[in-house]
């Protein structure tokens, strides 16, 4: 038998779970005579021949998120595609759930050991007493009186399963055969669990321990003479089998010299990536597309169509997406079949032949994916933006609708879920930049969310709030801070200028700026054809603008703008309301003491005050 954990890389949760699998893996190492635990990388795809998740996403396995359990019989065929383990919030609740299924597929394991076959279904009275009184039974015979709903006597069974001149067997309390097993030894039913040991040549006694637990009990029975530590636990270690046959990685990435990449800027390197990802794994995950999963696929689809000129790839992948776009318009349903034979076929769909660029990290399991997909919708919300997208709430709908329903990391989802709900997309006022600022609101929400407080942090590239202040120096203001009380905090309390926030994200992520570094030759020129000459030229080297230049009209200078922005108009109110104060002040001290011409002069004529 198996125990499975599929999981991937760049899955967060898959991060934060795995101190608990392996605790678990570790816990239950002495049964691994019975059943043995596993876990597949699926995410482990562009240095591994795309063996993982070929595996993971396709017959019989069909695995469609992360991290996800699952248990596999003996005898096992290739119709079943396991038995899913759904309570994974501690090793303690995976064994639980583990019991049931060991307990129901035992008896159907081919038991090729020299030891006697662990049973965990209760003893009978006969039994017992024919086993005490055989010629050939094991030198130590250990009842555990327990309750039929406890869990202590199965896990002590089967830790022991592999220890020599021992033999473990349960009694029900409750049962009619319990009750005389327990009026023969003497056993007080009212402080059960107890453990009972009989040892040739020795009168039968009752295991004393510390506390009743499975640790205490196992503790003290392998300390019996000739006993000794499980077999199974022998030379027990981890271990992380990686194919490197395709060369050495620099982290999670194929690009050996990480210090040519340029991370103030976005590669469609990186977009591509997320692109054949997205389709080839995510989507192509699922056995039959339709519903509600085929309409969140083309409206993602009609997304990247809507663009046009601005479309964030190559000509060739635009003309991939009308394809499919096209394909997509009158089907109801597909089958998988029909899904990957047609992104096989397709002219334009990006391949991906080498990892990731600026979503590259020095360790082979953060940033990557996860850091593609956001570059892409950056991209794809800026693109419908350049494009004048009519419906704005296309962007919405194409990005929400993937992630929850595609997205693999299931806990991401889940949170995705709480994020959109208090980051609403329907305030809006602005239609034009409403996809833009949404997204970018949102993502600073995830970051803020996870800085400081995952494990998927990349310390090089921290999930900071952006564009940082050396990005963008005019998208960052202090905050006004009128008490001295709160000098302090005035460097931390920052206003967002998102005027400044939309113009930065339109540099950076426009089609034009997005670097096309690490790809094939055959077509390297982004969105339209660019001529120089009446030839194609390549977009390696454009600058990224400074927000704070008067030189670009990219954005305004502050100087020559007649606009006022939120920071403008909350030093206007300000300083109105306190001359105002210091107004009435001097109107009250003057008026107090009695000084009544210049009193009445104040009066008469306030305007001699300013």
Request: net charge neutral; charged share 25%.
């Amino acid at each position: 038998m198996w125990l499975v954990e599929y999981y991937s890389s760049w899955c967060g949760t898959c991060h934060e779970f795995a101190p608990i699998y392996k605790k678990l893996a570790q816990d239950i190492s002495g049964w691994r005579w019975v059943i043995r635990v596993g876990a597949i990388n699926c995410g482990a795809r562009a240095h591994n021949g795309e063996e993982n998740s070929m595996t993971c996403h396709r017959d019989p396995f069909w695995v469609i998120g992360h991290p996800q359990f699952r248990l596999y019989p003996s005898v096992w065929n290739t119709s079943d595609i396991g038995k899913s383990v759904e309570k994974i919030v501690s090793a303690q609740k995976i064994r639980e759930e583990i019991l049931p299924f060991v307990d129901e597929e035992l008896p159907k394991l081919k038991w090729t050991h020299d030891l006697p076959a662990p049973i965990l279904k209760p003893i009978t009275y006969k039994e017992v007493m024919e086993y005490m009184e055989a010629n050939d039974r094991v030198l130590h015979f250990v009842l555990i009186f327990e309750e039929p709903d406890s869990y202590m006597g199965k896990e002590m069974i089967l830790d022991m399963s592999s220890c020599s001149n021992i033999l473990l067997r349960r009694v029900d309390v409750t049962s009619a055969d319990g009750l005389v097993i327990a009026e023969k030894f003497s056993i007080d039913m009212r402080a059960v669990p107890q453990v009972m040991l009989s040892t040739i040549s020795q009168q039968p006694r009752v295991v004393d321990v510390n506390m009743k637990t499975r640790y205490f009990y196992v503790y003290q029975l392998e300390l019996l003479p000739e006993v000794g530590k499980p077999k199974a636990k022998l030379n027990w270690q981890f271990s992380n089998n990686v194919d490197t046959s395709q060369g050495p990685l620099n982290g999670n990435s194929n690009i050996k010299d990480h210090m040519s990449i340029n991370w103030e800027r976005s590669y469609l390197a990186d977009i591509e990536s997320a692109m054949n990802y997205m389709f080839t794994v995510e989507v192509s995950a699922n056995k039959k597309l339709d519903g509600k999963k085929l309409e969140a696929v083309k409206k993602l689809v009609e997304a990247f169509v809507q663009t046009k000129d601005h479309f964030p790839g190559r000509s060739s992948t635009r003309r991939f997406m009308e394809g499919l776009n096209g394909w997509l318009a009158d089907r109801s349903s597909i089958h998988y079949d029909v899904w990957s034979a047609y992104l096989q076929s397709a002219k334009g769909f990006p391949k991906a032949n080498h990892m990731w660029v600026g979503c590259s990290s020095d360790q082979p399991t953060l940033r990557g994916y996860p850091c593609g997909l956001w570059t892409m919708f950056h991209a794809l919300s800026v693109a419908c933006s350049n494009a004048k997208v009519k419906d704005s709430h296309l962007f919405y709908d194409a990005m929400t609708g993937y992630i929850l329903n595609f997205f693999s990391c299931l806990e991401c989802r889940k949170n995705f879920g709480k994020e959109i709900q208090e980051i609403e997309f329907d305030s809006e006022a602005d239609d034009q930049h409403a996809s833009m600022l949404w997204l970018w609101r949102l993502h600073n929400s995830v970051n803020k969310r996870l800085h400081n407080h995952s494990t998927t942090e990349d310390q090089s590239h921290p999930k900071l709030q952006f564009p940082t202040e050396e990005d963008c120096s005019h998208c960052q203001h202090p905050a006004v801070v009128a008490s001295k009380k709160f000098n302090k905090l005035k460097d931390h309390l920052r206003i967002w200028d998102e005027q400044y926030v939309v113009e930065y994200l339109k540099q950076r992520y426009s089609v034009q700026n997005l670097l096309n570094d690490y790809l094939d030759d055959d077509e390297i020129a982004v969105g339209e054809p660019e001529l120089k000459n009446g030839k194609r030229i390549r977009l390696r080297n454009l600058p990224i603008l400074d927000p704070s230049s008067q030189q670009h009209s990219y954005i305004k200078s502050p100087l020559f703008s007649p606009s006022l922005t939120s920071i403008d108009f909350n030093l206007c109110l300000f300083f109105w309301i306190t001359s105002l104060c210091f107004a009435l002040y001097v109107y009250h001290n003057v008026s107090a003491r009695g000084i009544p011409y210049l009193s009445r002069k104040i009066v008469r004529t306030p305007s001699t005050m300013y």
